[in-house]
């Protein structure tokens, strides 16, 4: 179903681009504009195909922070349409609650997932599993009035490929069985071994002016063979100079 409704949003740019009035842009001057911008983004993230015995552990608001710098090529027969490509660094954080999670694990091909309960010793009240990566993001973008880019309608769609530069737990405050805070310290352990290193992502973006509403959903599996088909999908607001 995510799918089928990422694919519907993305050919929408299409849509809306033919049903425009007919206009003479390749006469459109944009040597003044700015090519190279700053895309931030901020994202409410989620796991797809995350099974019950996980899911059903995670708790608060699980976010992302993108940022990237991007160079936009307007095509000269009709610059509402333009190629933008980038460079820059997207990271995850999810977060969880009665469960304990170990990278450090040896002698397994998946990421041990170990429920706990609050008669369980020793465990952490909560845990957060970071992962970034160094990505190249490329769009295929439609302005409705390229002469006016902070007064206009805007699409994107793109697709980023990226390469893991640190995948780590957190876990906080440490529990007693009856529920008595052991030690407050915070426990972390990075590794990137139960981890696909390089992953590929469908991205698109609708907005106005400096801001819009994206989603960017991986293509490639988080997780190397021997654990759940999860995938990463994020969804949130987007702030960009084009």
Not at 57 to 66: P, T
Not at 153 to 172: E, F, P, S
Request: proline fraction near 2%; aromatic fraction near 12%.
């Amino acid at each position: 179903m995510k799918k089928i409704i990422f694919l519907a949003l993305s050919l929408s740019i299409l849509t809306v681009a033919f049903s425009q009035t007919k206009k003479d842009w390749s006469k459109v001057n944009l040597s003044n504009q700015a090519a190279d911008h700053f895309m931030v983004q901020l994202s409410s993230d989620h796991w797809a195909n995350m099974p019950d015995s996980i899911s059903s552990h995670q708790s608060g608001f699980s976010r992302g922070l993108n940022i990237y710098v991007m160079i936009n090529k307007p095509f000269k027969t009709d610059p509402r349409w333009s190629v933008a490509f980038g460079i820059g660094v997207g990271s995850s954080n999810i977060f969880f609650q009665g469960v304990d999670i170990k990278l450090n694990q040896t002698g397994t091909t998946s990421l041990p997932f170990t429920n706990v309960d609050s008669s369980s010793s020793g465990h952490f009240k909560k845990y957060k599993l970071a992962t970034s990566f160094l990505e190249i993001p490329i769009e295929l973008r439609y302005t409705f009035n390229p002469e006016k880019q902070r007064k206009s309608w805007k699409l994107a769609l793109g697709i980023k490929a990226g390469t893991m530069l640190d995948a780590h737990t957190k876990g906080k405050t440490l529990l007693a069985a009856n529920g008595n805070v052991i030690n407050t310290y915070t426990e972390k352990i990075s590794s990137t071994t139960f981890f696909n290193t390089s992953r590929l992502c469908g991205t698109f973006r609708v907005g106005y002016g400096n801001f819009s509403l994206f989603t960017s959903y991986q293509l490639t599996s988080m997780f190397k063979t021997g654990g759940a088909d999860i995938k990463t999908y994020q969804v949130g607001l987007c702030i960009s100079g084009l």
